[in-house]
């Protein structure tokens, strides 16, 4: 059985008469490179103080490397490194000095050979004597996780790290989260609103809502489930909604734009539907299946709200 690095059971954080977490159940495994989901508000970032020890919660219980955090705090944070929101620097000493001094301060290794490695592997070998002042918000970022990684960390969190980057600048992220995962064996949660990044990233994730968990598994299986949206660009639309009709699809979630009909289908019924199209004398132009995690995100968060409305 795998490894858990992170083990939550039933946490909550309250704020008065606000909660902000619900009751939240998380399981994180080594290697795990550990999407979490959700709106902003959701959440996401009260839950990942609390994994950090910044805040206390008001009940439920936290695991970290398969120990109680509030009994081995110190041991826990030793092996994480973070980046919450934006990181801070001393803006009038060079890359290589902050990393320096950081290291000094929590006991990590400070040889240049060390130093100089990570900010190799964050691409900022060149700029190491560089005045941190200089940095564009992407070189900070970058710099924010040679920092999270200077005491060689098992687990790295990181709340939302490509925030108000460039393409470039996440498309870079996103190849260094990659690489500390396959190459360094480091485990990373990851908290993100880019939901192409997650997808990209993640082989298992979490979605939150109004402080719950409302999907949880593996991005694989929650995105190819049986389900799909599938639009096809047709000639006819009238003619193809009434065939539809006939053979009880109406119901499928259908949707109509210009040339296009979308409705929501399985794997196997779209060549059937496609051929039962053409053989009823519809052009088909274009046959588009979307299981994306925006279509998924999206469709699961409505979901929910339209339940929690439905209690009131």
Excluded: W
């Amino acid at each position: 059985m795998s490894e858990h690095v992170i083990k939550t059971t039933s946490l909550v954080k309250e704020y008065k008469n606000f909660r902000a977490v619900d009751g939240l159940n998380l399981e994180v495994f080594k290697g795990d490179v550990f999407g979490f989901l959700g709106p902003n508000g959701a959440g996401k970032s009260t839950s990942i103080r609390m994994l950090l020890g910044l805040i206390a919660p008001t009940s439920g219980t936290i695991e970290l490397f398969g120990k109680s955090f509030s009994q081995n705090r110190e041991d826990s944070l030793r092996k994480i490194g973070a980046i919450v929101e934006k990181p801070d620097f001393y803006m009038y000493l060079s890359a290589y000095k902050n990393l320096e001094l950081l290291g000094k301060l929590s006991g990590a290794d400070t040889s240049s050979k060390h130093i100089h490695s990570l900010l190799d592997l964050v691409g900022l070998g060149t700029r190491a004597n560089s005045k941190v002042e200089t940095f564009s918000h992407g070189m900070k970022q970058r710099l924010g996780l040679a920092q999270a990684l200077i005491h060689n960390p098992e687990l790295i969190i990181l709340d939302e790290p490509t925030t108000g980057l460039d393409p470039q600048g996440i498309k870079e992220m996103r190849e260094l989260i990659l690489h500390l995962s396959k190459d360094k064996g480091i485990t990373i949660f990851h908290s993100s609103h880019l939901l192409h990044e997650v997808e990209m990233t993640c082989n298992r994730m979490m979605i939150m809502y109004k402080g719950k968990a409302i999907q949880n598994g593996l991005v694989s299986e929650l995105l190819n489930a049986n389900n799909l949206r599938v639009t096809f660009e047709i000639d006819q639309i009238e003619k193809t909604q009434q065939l539809l009709n006939d053979r009880g699809l109406v119901d499928r979630n259908l949707f109509i734009e210009g040339n296009k009909l979308t409705l929501d289908l399985t794997q196997e019924e779209i060549a059937p539907i496609n051929n039962f199209l053409i053989q009823n004398n519809i052009a088909v132009s274009a046959v588009i299946p979307v299981r994306s995690l925006e279509e998924y995100f999206l469709r699961i968060t409505s979901e929910a709200s339209n339940e929690i409305i439905g209690k009131k």
